[in-house]
């Protein structure tokens, strides 16, 4: 069994459940690997091999991403680019959660213990759809990016903007709003949920839309079947245009006219799942958490 460990080192918690992870994988007999940038950190470790970032994740079986939900999400990034440049499946990830919420995690610092499984193969995987988006216009045009959890675009200084959606060529309304956010099931537990959508068990293959600030009495979040076509063409003047961000990356400026289009990617991300019930587990006891508290 090999295992890359990525820790997100801003976190103290992470650094250190980093070292147990190692003991606990070592005691596995796993070969353990760390990219060569945090050789510096975990130096004192024997039973660790330090490689290339280019190199650690050939030929792995899991990658242990040891932080928050923003950990996870990089981790994933980093194994996706990673099976895009060598052409071959993504190595799975495993999320240990450090963090606050922890909904793409699976399990807590806490039950390190289900480290054992991965040796013993008691867990399931769980292929997560993602989406992909395309810039149609201005200096970014015909860029491509893949996201597991949204892509979202609104106005610099959150200017109110004007938009039209069309779905399959088919233009299904025109809406002013602060911006718009389109997510995966994954990612229905991170700003399309502060945004008022709804939450979705992260094995479903939908579409999810959701209007930032809506200036209408009667917008709601939508949901589309996987394979849609939905193109967002700005309609606007101005300073600043409309800002696209993929997974919270920036991705490009769309001025008037200009648009980019949301379709279901061909990549997907193999999750971990040691326990079956991470995702209620965060949902109940994490996001319920305020409502809890009243009632006792």
């Known amino acids: 069994m090999k295992c890359v460990i990525d820790p997100n080192l801003s976190k103290k918690s992470a650094g250190q459940t980093a070292r147990l992870?190692?003991?606990?994988?070592?005691?596995?007999?796993?070969e353990i690997r760390m990219s060569r940038e945090l050789e510096s950190e975990y130096a004192d470790l024997e039973n660790v091999r330090f490689l290339p970032a280019e190199e650690v994740l050939e030929g792995a079986d899991f990658v242990i991403a040891i932080g928050g939900d923003g950990t996870i999400l990089r981790s994933a990034g980093w194994i996706l680019d990673d099976a895009a440049t060598r052409k071959c499946e993504p190595v799975k990830l495993v999320g240990i959660n450090t963090g606050t919420l922890g909904f793409l995690a699976a399990f807590e610092a806490s039950e390190l213990n289900m480290l054992d499984r991965l040796s013993s193969g008691d867990y399931a995987i769980t292929r997560r759809m993602m989406l992909k988006t395309e810039i149609c216009g201005g200096t970014q045009d015909g860029a491509v990016k893949h996201v597991l959890n949204d892509i979202y675009a609104s106005r610099l200084n959150?200017?109110?903007?004007?938009?039209?959606?069309?779905v399959d060529g088919r233009q299904i309304g025109v809406y002013r709003a602060?911006?718009?956010?389109?997510?995966?099931p994954t990612g229905s537990s991170a700003y399309a949920l502060s945004a008022g959508g709804p939450v979705m068990e992260p094995d479903?293959?939908?579409?999810?839309?959701?209007?930032?600030?809506?200036?209408?009495?009667?917008?709601?979040?939508?949901?589309?079947?996987?394979?849609?076509?939905?193109?967002?063409?700005?309609?606007g003047a101005g300073d600043g245009g409309l800002n696209v961000h993929a997974d919270g990356v920036h991705a490009a400026v769309l001025h008037n006219a200009q648009s980019f289009t949301v379709t279901c990617s061909e990549r997907y991300m193999p999750f971990v799942d040691c326990k079956g019930s991470a995702f209620y587990d965060a949902l109940n006891g994490k996001l319920m958490r305020p409502l809890?508290?009243?009632q006792e």
């Open 158 to 166: 959150g200017r109110i903007c004007d938009f039209a959606v069309s």
């Open 204 to 235: 479903l293959s939908l579409i999810e839309m959701n209007l930032i600030c809506p200036h209408s009495l009667f917008a709601r979040p939508m949901l589309f079947a996987p394979q849609r076509s939905i193109r967002v063409t700005y309609r």
């Open 21 to 30: 992870v190692c003991k606990r994988l070592h005691d596995l007999h796993a």
């Open 292 to 294: 809890k508290e009243m």
């Open 178 to 184: 602060d911006g718009i956010i389109f997510s995966t």
